[in-house]
Structure formats: C-alpha cells, structure tokens
C-alpha cells in the first residue's frame, strides 16, 4: 500500500508481483529444504518499475519469517502416505501465494484510489502516524497484561 500511496497502481501492483514471486521462491526453498535466513531492506524508494520488482522479490525471498511459515506451517498439510511430498509442497505454497497476491492486489487497487483523496489532506497524515502508533501501543499493552489461559 505505501507503494501505491507515494507511487501509483503501476508500482504498487508491480511491488506485488515481486512480493508473490519471491513469496513463491520461499515456497520453493523449503520444498528442497533451502530456505534463506536473511533479511533485507530497501535502501530507496525507486520509481523505476523494475527495481521495485526487484526489491520485493528480494524482500520476500529473503525474509526469514516467510521462510519459517513455509517450512514449519506447510509440512502440517501433507499427506505422509500421499503423492510425492516435492508436489504437495509446491502446490501448498503456490495456493498459499495465489491467495496473498490476490489480496495484495486488492490492497494495492484500494489504495490507488484513496491516494487522490489523501494526497489533498496531507496535515491529516501526522494524525494518521499518531493513531497507527497509539494502536500499536495499545496492542502491545493489552497484549502485556492479558491473562493466561488457566490449565
């Protein structure tokens, strides 16, 4: 969504393509066991479409808590007995990513047309980080002093 808010629908939806085929290559590493524990940042925001491809790619593919989802969550879903355990895994990770890039792309098309609207009330912008920021707070506390579940 940032993306699209300081770019347009073009970079947005192209920061989505990388994001889902670096998604994809996660899904990939942990069917053969390869998955990467590094993470990266994207040093600029580039207009080029290209090298917002790329830095989503390299986001995603790089992104440890992607390649943990894959190699912890997916196996739970496999049939021991079943085809060969390469293919599930595939098709598992290929389903997972056609879903997060459909809602990426909704993500990406809601803040394209909301970005107009935004950008002609830019003094709103300082209330939207406090607000985002007391949420954050507010989560974190609830989240400090909410019971445990008794055994």
């Known amino acids: 969504m940032a993306r699209t808010l300081a770019q347009g629908r073009a970079c947005g939806l192209s ?10 290559a996660n899904g990939l590493g942990a069917a053969l066991g390869l998955a990467a524990l590094f993470a990266v940042s994207s040093a600029a925001f580039a ?6 491809f790329r ?16 190699a912890a969550f997916l196996p ?7 085809a ?8 598992l990770g290929g389903v997972f990513v056609a879903i997060a890039c459909c809602t990426d792309v909704i993500y990406v098309l809601t803040a394209s047309l909301v970005a107009p609207r935004l950008g002609r009330v830019a003094s709103h912008r300082r209330w939207g980080h406090r607000l985002a920021g007391t949420s954050f ?10 019971s445990r579940a008794s055994r």
Do not use: C, E, W, Y
């Open 15 to 24: 920061s989505v393509l990388g994001v889902a085929l670096g998604n994809l």
């Open 137 to 146: 707070i507010g989560l974190g506390v609830l989240t400090a002093m909410g």
């Open 55 to 70: 830095d989503g790619f390299l986001v995603a593919l790089l992104n440890p808590k992607t390649s943990l989802f894959f």
């Open 76 to 82: 739970q879903f496999m049939d021991a007995h079943g």
């Open 84 to 91: 060969n355990p390469l293919l599930q895994t595939l098709a």
């Open 47 to 52: 207009h080029s479409l290209r090298r917002v």
